[in-house]
């Protein structure tokens, strides 16, 4: 098949949904499949490039939104070069340039098209943000809801986030369909991995470490993290925390500023954003990793740090956490400060063999759930039976506008 996905921005600093997007195009082209990319990125971006054909349309207008009508004429012109087209991410423009392209205003392209969802539809940012729920609420009804129900399937990474997407808004008619969400087993020389990490960061050499990677957001849940550190402290003077990702300037000078209130600035390091070997080597040096976010739609993070062997410490607002737990790869509290304290109190009392035992499981959970080959043969089963009602088409040859 030749495939085409859409995307606002494959700027990797934005999360999962990117990572999920070149994880599918390489686990597709390793069994012979074609995807190019479509994204509202300016055209001098280099992200993506390395995953093959990118047409990009920005820069977009209207702020996040990402408004681009070159795109919208882009599909109409090229869509029917393809065998399917996946979009990823709503409430944003490039979901309504396709349907408009291929399902609205009349338009029968014979082109399917399916939305990955990423867990946008979780009924807590309607808790969280209410006000913006309510523009939200707005452009469901004008807008979203067509292009959710015109869909050939909208895929959800795991059932836990399929059920959530139903409670947000009325006049939800999907076809819903579970393709999981994976990644590959991380190659390299895992003791190189872990000296890379240490060279960056020699202090953290002799320490129990506990790693936290992932965007520093509100949502994630780091001020129950620091303050859950604070409290099992005195347990182990050698606990350490990484926080590894990219953050707001305002929220990190916040949370740096909660530390030193707590008075474990001491115990913290602010790595910023790892790529490569000093990535692999913050899991590798890692005893656990904890994610206790309010709202995680898959966790991207959770399912690195399962395929290097280190268990992990979730809230149950993580929607893969029933895997986790049934795994017997992790521990799982609620996501307030006082589960999160549990979550680290008791790692630190667990004994060394059940860690140990935990570390092995860890590998065991990440190869039946969240390898890519296995997202990808779950992908093929919802897009091949489409594709072969359509004939053979070329890949396209025009460029982006």
């Known amino acids: 098949m030749t495939l085409l996905q859409i995307i606002a921005t494959m700027n990797p600093a934005q999360g999962g949904p990117q990572e999920n997007l070149t994880q599918i195009s390489r686990a597709l082209a390793r069994v012979g499949h074609v995807t190019d990319i479509a994204t509202l990125d300016a055209p001098t971006s280099t992200w993506g ?12 207008r209207l702020g996040n939104y990402g408004y681009s009508e070159s795109l919208h004429r882009w599909l109409r012109e090229s869509a029917a070069r393809y ?24 338009v029968r392209s014979g082109v399917p098209y399916y939305v990955f969802s990423h ?27 067509r292009v959710l129900r015109d869909a050939k399937a909208v895929l959800f990474t795991c059932e836990e986030e399929r059920l959530l997407a139903r409670q ?30 240490w060279q960056q960061f020699p202090r953290l050499r002799d320490k129990r470490l ?13 001020e129950n993290l620091l303050e859950a550190l604070a409290e099992a402290a005195p347990l182990d003077p050698r606990l350490h925390l990484a926080m590894v990702g990219p953050g707001d300037e305002t929220y990190v000078a916040a949370l740096t500023n909660q530390a030193a209130r707590l ?7 602010w790595a910023g954003m790892l790529r490569g070997d000093a990535k692999w080597g913050a899991f590798r040096a890692s ?66 063999s059940q860690r140990e035992r935990m570390a092995s499981l860890a590998q065991t959970c990440f190869r039946t759930h969240f390898h890519i080959d296995a997202t990808t043969r779950r992908l093929l089963d919802t897009l091949e039976p489409m594709a072969r009602k359509r004939a053979p088409c070329t890949p396209p040859q025009m460029s982006a506008a």
């Not at 940012?125 to 004008?142: D, E, I, M």
């Not at 008075?263 to 390091?269: H, K, P, S, V």
């Not at 995680?296 to 399962?306: H, W």
């Open 49 to 60: 490039s390395e995953l093959g054909e990118v047409f990009r349309f920005g820069p977009a």
């Open 83 to 106: 065998d399917g087209v996946i979009v990823h991410g709503l409430w944003q423009y490039h979901g309504l340039a396709c349907w408009r392209a291929l399902a609205g205003s009349g």
């Open 119 to 145: 867990g946008m539809l979780d009924p807590w940012f309607r808790r969280r943000f209410p006000l913006k729920h309510l523009k939200k609420q707005l452009y469901w009804s004008c807008a979203e809801h």
């Open 168 to 197: 947000s808004f009325s006049r939800y008619q999907v076809n819903e369909a579970v393709v999981g969400c994976g990644i590959r087993e991380p190659g390299g020389d895992a003791s190189q991995q872990r000296e890379s990490f």
């Open 210 to 222: 506990l790693l936290f990677l992932g965007r520093l957001h509100p949502k994630k849940g780091c």
């Open 263 to 269: 008075g474990i600035a001491d115990r913290i390091c």
């Open 287 to 352: 005893e656990a990793f904890v994610l206790p976010s309010h709202q995680e739609n898959f966790g991207i993070s959770v399912a690195e740090a399962l395929a290097c062997g280190v268990p992990v410490l979730i809230s149950n607002k993580v929607n893969i956490w029933r895997e986790i737990e049934a795994g017997h790869a992790g521990l799982v509290e609620d996501d307030t400060a006082a589960g999160t304290t549990r979550l680290l109190k008791n790692w630190l009392r667990m004994p060394a």
